[in-house]
């Protein structure tokens, strides 16, 4: 079938981020925008987190001082904030209806004023944001907000993440990506690509031998976490290409709790038991790297097998307050099937190589005084 499709021929023409692809960027046409701007989009919207984030700063700075250019994100799947029922994704609860409220306080009001004339929308701040965990919403002038710091989480040995620098000479973490056996995105067998996935349980990622754990001690306080969170990776690798994938998680606490809904229920309504929620591994957000762009998007290059490089980049923005009491936990591995296509782990034309092109790559995470892997949060103070 692709062959068949002038646009699959398209992205298989252009594998790099080149004219093609920039003529192509949504963010240009946020230029010289005249009418009243109200972006909304959900935080677990499996079809596009990042675009209405990115959408909403692009107007921001290709129209200064633009009179009504405003952003609300809801704890939504794709289309949730129009949706009756906008108080859980998955087996996570938010304590409200979050979409009839944002029906009542922000798009109600918003078409009453530039539509009918009437009504008041001095209520619709900069930026409307749901604090997932928190379970609130929250009104900033800007966004991400001015009162956040960002903090380095540093990888330790022995699966330990904290904001100390590690200070061993010598230390790292390793796994064997293998193609043909790839990290699932879920754990369990279904016929299409789901939503709540965005919010999952990770513990059964967790128990695989190609996926890296790093978790902090107990916290002791609330951090809230507000914007993009930035991966910063000093890896070797076997191969001349790999994935990184790095999973940002709120692990609840281990006493044994349940909700009220499963998370086959929306997918299989006969299905309706609660979900055992005592040392759940929320996803709150992940993002996938394709290694052989760590340097450039536009020239990708070959890893030099076992030479520590740094591989750096942005997860989608967020917000989410880990309580105390929970753990922040990071995963890293080097493959999300079928979300992401495989990677040879060679440095191939991907389209066009073969299976025999797929090979198992040994991939080392360093945390050591000299190469210190880390995670910058940007903590809301």
């Known amino acids: 079938m692709g062959d068949s499709i002038a646009f699959w021929k398209d992205l298989m023409a252009h594998p790099n981020y080149d004219a093609w692809w920039k003529a192509r960027d949504a963010r240009n046409a946020t230029k010289n925008l005249q009418p009243a701007m109200l972006w909304v989009g959900g935080q677990f919207d499996a079809e596009d987190d990042w675009g209405a984030w990115n959408a909403y700063k692009a107007a921001e700075q290709n129209n200064p001082g633009k009179a009504f250019n405003k952003i609300v994100e809801g704890p939504w799947y794709h289309t949730q904030w129009a949706n009756q029922d906008g108080t859980h994704h998955g087996n996570i609860r938010f304590g409200s209806n979050t979409s009839e409220y944002y029906q009542q306080h922000f798009e109600i009001p918003f078409f009453n004023y530039f539509l009918l004339g009437k009504g008041d929308i001095s209520q619709i701040a900069k930026a409307n944001i749901f604090i997932t965990g928190a379970n609130e919403w929250k009104s900033f002038n800007q966004w991400p907000p001015k009162n956040k710091e960002d903090e380095a989480m540093y990888l330790q040995p022995g699966g330990k993440l904290g904001t100390s620098k590690p200070t061993a000479e010598k230390s790292f973490s390793e796994y064997v990506s293998d193609p043909a056996k790839p990290v699932p995105y879920e754990d369990f067998v279904h016929f299409n690509r789901t939503r709540t996935y965005m919010t999952d349980d990770q513990r059964f990622a967790s128990r695989r031998t190609d996926v890296l754990v790093f978790q902090t001690d107990t916290l002791t306080k609330d ?156 903590v809301l103070k």
């Open 223 to 378: 951090v809230t976490v507000t914007g993009n969170v930035i991966a910063d990776l000093l890896t070797s690798i076997s191969t001349t290409d790999a994935d990184f994938v790095v999973k940002v998680i709120d692990v609840y606490p281990d006493y044994l709790s349940y909700n009220d809904v499963n998370i086959y229920a929306e997918e299989n309504p006969v299905v309706a038991y609660p979900y055992p929620m005592g040392g759940y591994q929320m996803l709150v957000r992940a993002e996938v790297f394709r290694g052989r762009y760590r340097k450039s998007f536009e020239h990708p290059s070959a890893f030099i097998p076992g030479k520590i490089e740094e591989v750096k980049f942005e997860l989608s923005s967020f917000a989410h307050e880990f309580k105390k009491g929970h753990r922040i936990m990071v995963q890293i591995q080097s493959s999300w099937f079928p979300l992401v296509d495989r990677n040879p782990q060679q440095f191939v034309d991907i389209y066009h190589c073969s299976e025999k092109d797929f090979i198992k790559s040994d991939i080392k995470i360093y945390h050591n005084a000299t190469n210190a892997s880390k995670i910058i949060l940007p």
